[in-house]
């Protein structure tokens, strides 16, 4: 009875946040909006990121295994934590956020967050010195200056945690992973006062390229679980931040994309659990998953922008985090529960039904962000047929068919069941003797010398 208490208290911020979703259809020309007790106002922006974070808190809850329980007392700072977080992205005064984060922060009992938000603070009281009054303001734009926008940077990428700040070593904390996005609304809003410097764009893509290889990377070759899914959500936010740099449409829509399905893929991956059941794959980019279309709008992003390096990049960190998940699947005998089934069936559920959340929820927010994006890239949505992604002459670079794309996930499985089958990661022979897995790894990495990472050969 006190665990079906707990569960129910810990899925009522989404349950509660679901009915929001019928402002939709006037979110973007008349968003709510009051004066009482304080201004407030509720954009497409800010219930991009309200439902994000509802959802990260309340998805694990679903789980009830005896290897998934949660503690009551993370459930309570998840939960507090949550209820000092959600104000603030309805308040468009300045210091709101960043005040907000501080207590967040010692709630969460990171230390990098609390560096993080005094840096943002920081920038944030010398803009508000210096005439800024809200985000949305002209004046504000007009006294932002690089030192500022440096420290908004530098609090971002500390707070997400970036490479090269995520080199310094952090307690796991499920509940500081399901607050994480929140490190990008930030820099997104900084959108709204014009556009970036070219110099900054290039610094923000090179950052959020190399978080994204550098966590995919170390997720497949760690030998800790529990850091194996702090990195495999690391490429996410670094696919994010990288689309963020790149200051287009089709790459803010990426970005926000991968903050709306952040929740779902986190709760797949069961942050508590000792045993994870198969529906962890669907975390990974497996076609059609919520997952799959987050990497597929980020390499469509950096094709649009001509940024074909980067592309190349993220596709390779895209396949890394799948074997990282492989690998996550492979430590026990997996196994289907109810929860599962639901969690995997909303994941495929929603990236066939992309176009539709793309354009009634996550399209209404980038206009949001018009004034500081270039036109370089923009998002071609037709529902029910699919997502393109277009370069400079409006020639579609990506395309996304949401319902053909089923016919892909055939061929992508079959690579999965082949790689699985050639480590020993998913077979039920190597579920019941783990030793099978890890002799046939221990060979290849004898072997081969480009799989011991950055290891020098001999």
Not at 94 to 116: E, G, H, N, Q, T
Not at 153 to 177: N, S
């Amino acid at each position: 009875m006190q665990r079906i208490i707990q569960r129910l208290l810990q899925a009522w911020p989404l349950l509660g946040a679901l009915p929001l979703l019928r402002y939709l259809p006037t979110i973007t020309t008349a968003p709510p909006a009051g004066v009482w007790p304080v201004p407030w106002r509720l954009d497409a922006l800010a219930l991009i990121f309200l439902l994000s974070l509802c959802a990260s808190v309340a998805l694990p809850a679903l789980y009830g295994s005896p290897h998934s329980l949660i503690p009551w007392s993370d459930t309570l700072r998840a939960l507090t934590a949550l209820g000092v977080l959600l104000p603030a992205l309805l308040l468009d005064h300045l210091l709101a956020l960043p005040a907000a984060l501080v207590l967040a922060s010692a709630l969460v009992r990171s230390w990098r967050w609390a560096a993080a938000a005094g840096v943002l603070l920081a920038g944030l009281i010398l803009l508000r010195i210096g005439g800024g009054t809200t985000w949305p303001a002209a004046e504000t734009a007009g006294v932002l200056t690089p030192g500022v926008f440096l420290m908004l940077v530098a609090a971002t990428c500390v707070g997400l945690p970036c490479y090269p700040a995520g080199l310094a070593h952090q307690r796991y904390d499920p509940v500081r992973l399901m607050l994480q996005p929140i490190w990008l609304l930030p820099l997104l809003r900084t959108f709204a006062w014009g556009p970036w410097h070219s110099g900054w764009s290039v610094a923000i893509v090179l950052l959020g390229g190399a978080t994204a290889l550098w966590s995919a990377s170390t997720a497949l070759w760690s030998t800790s679980e529990t850091e194996r899914v702090e990195r495999v959500v690391g490429t996410w936010q670094g696919l994010a931040l990288a689309c963020v740099g790149l200051a287009t449409p089709v790459a803010a829509a990426s970005a926000l994309w991968q903050v709306l399905a952040y929740g779902l893929g986190l709760a797949l991956l069961q942050p508590y659990a000792s045993e994870r059941g198969r529906s962890a794959l669907w975390a990974a980019p497996l076609p059609p998953s919520a997952t799959f279309v987050a990497c597929w709008l980020a390499q469509g992003a950096a094709a649009a922008s001509g940024a074909f390096l980067l592309a190349a990049a993220l596709w390779l960190a895209t396949m890394l985090s799948g074997l990282a998940v492989l690998r996550l699947m492979s430590a026990t005998r997996p196994s289907w529960r109810s929860a599962g089934w639901l969690l995997a069936a909303c994941s495929i559920a929603l990236g066939v039904v992309a176009p539709l959340p793309l354009r009634w929820l996550v399209m209404p927010a980038v206009e949001l962000l018009q004034g500081g994006l270039t036109p370089f890239g923009l998002l071609d949505i037709w529902p029910w047929v699919g997502i393109a992604a277009l370069d400079a002459g409006q020639r579609r670079v990506a395309v996304l068919p949401s319902i053909a794309v089923a016919l892909l996930a055939v061929v992508s499985a079959a690579l999965v069941w082949l790689l699985a089958r050639l480590f020993g990661w998913s077979s039920a022979e190597a579920a019941g003797n783990p030793a099978t897995g890890t002799e046939a790894w221990t060979e290849i990495d004898g072997q081969v010398w480009w799989t011991r990472g950055t290891r020098r050969r001999g």
